[in-house]
């Protein structure tokens, strides 16, 4: 756990869980603020048919981890809802863990958009995803 996160919002993570996709797909979320996040995902479980990580892996990674961020950043009795994102993927990638880190672009009362850069384990910038979320409050 990072210096940065708190062991309160580690635990809300363990209790509020990922959603069942983001479980089955391995995601991990190793650290956590409304302003910045950083996940891993294996590849292994992740691949499409030539071997290499599925594009839509990449989105779902980081729509996860941008989403919590949000959420954080919504505050409590409020929640986040993605209404855009968008991705470029610029190199594959077969095996290995993928990285995930999430850097607020704006956090306002309303929306909040994070910038997205998934890499390999050497480094290699894979996707880059832009997500931004509408913070609205919760329904009773």
Known sequence: MAEHTSAEIMAW????????????MGIEILELTPTYGVATMPAEGNRQPLGIVHGGAYVVLAETLGSMCATLAAGVGRHAVGIEINASHTKSVKGGMVTATARAVNVGRNLATHEIAVDDEEGNRLSTIRITNFLRDNRS
């Open 13 to 24: 993570i363990k209790e509020r869980g990922l959603g069942e996709l983001a479980e089955k």
